[in-house]
């Protein structure tokens, strides 16, 4: 167990400040109203965005250069500079935004907006309004998140770099108190009337993700090797040049380089009033990255590698790109257990996966009796785990020193309701893996997504391998637990008394549910061997 506060990546000022305790344990942050698609959205964002490290040059690559990241100066954030995109969110979400939320100056922008792409469009048959509609349906059916907010505060599913945008905030309370009369105003006047940098949506946990990606090069070599040792790498994957350079070329494939055509309607609908599109992005700052824990370089690396077996397999791009929602959010909750076994003085938590935790999952349908309680009792222990974690004694100094500004019980609430144990419960619950969705008794569930996504990146691209080895890599990288050795290991991390009645007696139901995604094939009655089938790229 760690005795001293959490060291920050990179070196950052602002972390003295952070006294919420699930914060300074987890990060900045990981935030339970931060949807899946903009906890992506806000990681592409860093990805495709101008970079900066302090005062240095712009850095256009996914990731830092290998050298800035090794050597990384101190007190010296990560800052990006996405773009803001009045015209697109306009055209393609006004008409779908609630009511109340439309300006009497941005349906006139709406009506200005539509009026000048009409008289830019000649068509040989049918109706020019009519088209428009074509187009307008299009954009809107890329929303990905914010259906119920004003317009320029939803976002689209990032299917290309053209559709990432900076989280754009309409003030309603200015518009009231000063009113406008014109479109024109509220852009001349851009950081009154919109807010850009308030993290309400885009709320830092892809900032957080994407520094994680960072930190593992800033990493001792012979620790990373190690590691990688252990957990059955290759050669490839421990070399730290080696993973930066198939990171660098394998994250600008999300890019979207087969949607040329969205891409030039997408930036032909934002320069339709240029006036606009420059003056909301000429003095728009550069947003700031906090700081994830150092030691989350462990579940950063696993997190890397995936990706690399993950954006190497040959598939659809859209359905890949869903692939890498649902492993952000895994990677999610794996950070937030793994970090919290570090800070967690329980003997119990001596056993587990190779982070020190454990998951017990079980069938989608119709578990057993056994299996549904033990699942219940496994998922009530990492709650728990969270909870104590959030109780270390050097995290309870620091939230003291808020006082009298805000009380060590307020700060508590708050870290467990919107950083911690709930957020944890939240996110399961969202992806499906733990359910019901209400009422009690919560466990964890296996998914025919998450089957598909650890096929994906437990085997390289093409790789085969034997179901028990499949059963401790699904083990070693996400303490999840199926049965054999790694559910005798997980019942007893859970605090139950080791025992058989959990293991399967009549066929393993992973084993089907493998077989019905066409992952397995049987060499013989006691040989089955996992495929990843997804060719490489």
């Not at 992806?431 to 008794?441: K, L, Q, S, V």
Request: glycine letters at 6%; aromatic letters at 10%.
């Amino acid at each position: 167990m760690n005795t001293s506060l959490p060291k920050s990546f990179p070196e950052h000022g602002s972390i003295h400040i952070d006294y919420n305790p699930a914060i300074r344990l987890f990060g900045k942050r990981f935030f339970s109203e931060q949807t899946l698609v903009e906890l992506v959205t806000e990681f592409l964002s860093v990805v495709f965005s101008p970079k900066w490290i302090g005062e240095g040059a712009a850095i256009d690559t996914p990731l830092p250069p290998l050298e800035d990241l090794k050597c990384w100066p101190e007190n010296v954030g990560l800052s990006y500079k996405p773009p803001v995109k009045l015209n697109l969110k306009l055209f393609s979400f006004l008409s779908i935004s609630r009511v109340d939320t439309r300006h009497e100056t941005h349906k006139k922008q709406y009506e200005n907006l539509y009026k000048k792409l009409k008289s830019q469009i000649s068509i040989n048959k049918g109706d020019v309004e009519e088209a428009i509609g074509w187009i307008e349906e299009l954009l809107r059916g890329f929303q990905g998140a914010g259906f119920n907010r004003a317009w320029c505060a939803q976002n689209f599913f990032p299917v290309t770099k053209s559709l990432l945008t900076q989280e754009t905030i309409w003030n309603v309370s200015v518009s009231k108190r000063e009113p406008l009369n014109n479109w024109k105003d509220s852009i001349n006047n851009f950081h009154k009337y919109f807010s850009i940098s308030k993290h309400r949506f885009m709320a830092r946990g892809g900032e957080l993700l994407y520094l994680q990606l960072c930190n593992i090069f800033n990493i001792s070599e012979t620790r990373i090797m190690d590691f990688a040792r252990r957990i059955g790498f290759s050669d490839e994957e421990s070399d730290l040049s080696k993973l930066h350079q198939s990171l660098q070329d394998i994250l600008q494939t999300l890019d979207g380089s087969n949607t040329s055509n969205l891409d030039k309607l997408v930036n032909y609908i934002e320069s339709i009033d240029l006036d606009t599109h420059e003056k909301s992005n000429q003095k728009v700052k550069r947003l700031e990255c906090e700081w994830c824990p150092k030691d989350s370089w462990q579940e950063g690396y696993l997190f890397a590698v995936e990706i690399r077996r993950l954006l190497s397999s040959v598939m659809d791009p859209i359905e890949r790109l869903e692939m890498f929602v649902t492993g952000c959010a895994l990677q999610v909750l794996r950070s937030i257990c793994a970090q919290s076994v570090r800070y967690s003085d329980d003997a119990l938590y001596t056993k587990g996966s190779m982070l020190g935790y454990a998951w017990l999952f079980t069938p989608p349908d119709s578990p057993s009796q056994q299996q549904r309680m033990v699942s219940q009792r496994n998922l009530q222990a990492n709650l728990g785990l969270i909870q104590k974690a959030l109780r270390h004694g050097e995290l309870k100094k620091n939230a003291a020193k808020a006082a009298p500004r805000k009380s060590v019980e307020s700060l508590y609430k708050e870290a467990d309701n919107k950083y911690g144990h709930k957020l944890f419960l939240s996110l399961g619950k969202k992806m499906g893996i733990i359910a019901p969705f209400r009422g009690p008794g919560a466990r964890f569930i296996m998914t025919d997504s998450i089957i598909q996504y650890m096929v994906l990146v437990l085997l390289r691209p093409g790789e085969r391998c034997t179901y028990d080895d499949f059963l401790r890599r699904l083990y070693l990288h996400f303490g999840i637990a199926i049965e054999g050795e790694e559910l005798e290991d997980a019942v007893i991390w859970s605090g139950l008394p080791a025992n058989s009645s959990m293991q399967p007696h009549n066929g393993s139901w992973l084993e089907d549910m493998l077989r019905a995604g066409g992952f397995l094939k049987e060499l013989s009655d006691a040989c089955s061997i996992v495929c990843n089938n997804f060719g490489k790229a």
